[in-house]
């Protein structure tokens, strides 16, 4: 069974820095790309970030470009998302996503439950 | 940016009835691109339909989805009451950002 588990979110300062973890199982971690999305409280959905398998192919979001890392650990089945410099636009429940292929197609089939990340003084 | 525009905001229907969501792009999808979810309170989003038209593992056949280009429609062909949700499509594309549209909520009448 495929699980996605968020965790890292919290309270933090404009300005500040958090590490959010999406910890993988289930599946050959290392086969897909995955994302993470967020979703503001009360809003929609908002691509945040992506990676390859691999981890050789990086995409964010404007909104996030610059002051967001994303990263895996293929070893530990991980995926990471370094938030800096957080705004208070940045107050979102985040979701890591994985990707999935079937011939020439792409979604996001598994999502995780999430982890509030908010953003104030 | 490729802009997905859904409509109605808000879908107000009674158990049974047929439900039809529309999800315009500002320039043309590839469908193997386009995917639709549903989503509910306190829930993350769970994938429906892949490619435009294919469903997902264990999805009912009473969801379809269609169109091309940048017209695109979700159709539910009879609401039963664990359908009223918030349904957002998807545009996982070749160029970036990889863009959501805004939702359509389905509500009981």
């Known amino acids: 069974e495929v699980q996605l588990l968020e965790s890292g979110g919290g309270l933090v300062q404009p300005g500040g820095s958090l590490r959010l973890s999406c910890a993988a199982s289930g599946f050959t971690f290392s086969s897909y790309a995955m994302s993470w999305v967020r979703q503001a409280p009360g809003k929609g959905l908002e691509w945040v970030s992506g990676?390859?398998?691999?981890?050789?192919?990086?995409y964010y979001a404007d909104s996030v470009k610059g002051r967001f890392t994303i990263s895996r650990d293929n070893s530990k089945n991980t995926l990471y998302l370094q938030m800096n410099s957080l705004r208070a636009e940045d107050t979102a429940l985040y979701y890591c996503a994985k990707t999935f292929y079937y011939a020439s197609s792409r979604s996001f089939d598994y999502w995780g439950q999430g982890t509030l990340v908010t953003v104030s003084s | 940016e490729i802009v997905l525009t859904q409509s109605p905001g808000t879908l107000s229907l009674s158990p049974g009835e047929r439900a039809t969501l529309s999800c315009r792009a500002s320039q043309s999808v590839s469908s193997d691109y386009l995917g639709w979810y549903q989503q509910k309170p306190g829930q993350a989003p769970r994938l429906l339909i892949y490619g435009a038209s294919s469903r997902a593992t264990g999805i009912p056949d009473r969801f379809s989805g269609s169109g091309s280009g940048t017209d695109f429609t979700l159709t539910i062909s009879r609401l039963e009451p664990e359908d009223f949700a918030v349904y957002y499509c998807?545009?996982?594309?070749?160029?970036?950002?990889?863009?959501f549209g805004q939702g359509t909520k389905v509500e009981i009448k």
């Open positions: 998807h545009q996982y594309g070749t160029s970036l950002p990889w863009t």
């Open positions: 990676i390859s398998g691999s981890g050789g192919h990086i």
